[in-house]
């Protein structure tokens, strides 16, 4: 199975800074990755999916790059909605897997 | 409205099995895969499987092999999972999700809770 490591695990910040989430597969994997936020209590939702493509109604604040095997998420000016919990997922080769999470935090 | 309504929280003794489903509406339901994934407290998501509702093949996580059903009601629109011999550490939230290229369409969720 395709492993995928998230890091930071933790990550405390403060509204509009700015903040990377990394994850690397191991294995590549093209363009085939997700990112997905999730709110306490709520189920995920996407942001980016193929690596690099803004999900419809997703703000511009959210941004995705890389492929093969290192893939960034970056939001460029945190927002209070975005304290949360963010996983990339690869679709490339069964069993699909996800990150093991980032979680934003208030600074 | 287009949406995947599942059914509500169970509890379980360690041992049984419990069927959970996930009701689509506002689409047509055989169009799109459906996925499970869960998330267990104090862990991330995890990925449980796949089913092609049109034809009701599945793909299952290696983890969940012998212990996962995945089925099909196209009657009903409704996708049902089945996870038996339940463990504690099957306590968790279990979601499906429509897959179209990515996932954007989830259920509300379902609470599982193991306990004796």
């Known amino acids: 199975a395709i492993q995928m490591t998230q890091s930071p695990s933790f990550l405390s910040a403060s509204v509009g800074d700015r903040v990377t989430i990394n994850c690397r597969a191991s294995e590549g994997i093209r363009s085939n990755l997700g990112w997905y936020r999730q709110k306490p209590g709520k189920a995920p939702e996407l942001l980016i999916y193929?690596?690099?493509t803004l999900h419809s109604g997703v703000p511009s604040r959210f941004s995705g790059s890389g492929s093969g095997a290192d893939f960034t998420l970056t939001i460029s000016s945190l927002q209070p909605e975005d304290f949360a919990t963010y996983y990339c997922l690869q679709d490339y080769d069964y069993p699909w897997t996800f990150g093991q999470g980032t979680k934003v935090e208030v600074k | 409205q287009v949406q995947l309504v599942q059914s509500g929280a169970e509890l379980k003794k360690p041992g049984a099995s419990v069927k959970i489903s996930c009701k689509a509406s506002g689409y047509n339901f055989i169009t799109y895969y459906i996925h499970w994934v869960r998330r267990a407290p104090g862990q991330g998501l995890e990925w449980m499987g796949i089913i092609n509702p049109s034809g009701s093949t599945a793909t299952y996580a290696q983890k969940f092999q012998g212990r996962v059903t995945m089925t099909t009601d196209t009657s009903t629109s409704t996708v049902n999972l089945e996870l038996s011999s339940l463990r504690s550490e099957d306590t968790a939230v279990y979601y499906c999700?429509?897959?179209?290229?990515?996932?954007?369409?989830w259920g509300q969720g379902t609470l599982v809770t193991v306990s004796s």
């Open positions: 999700a429509r897959w179209t290229y990515y996932f954007d369409l």
């Open positions: 193929a690596a690099s």
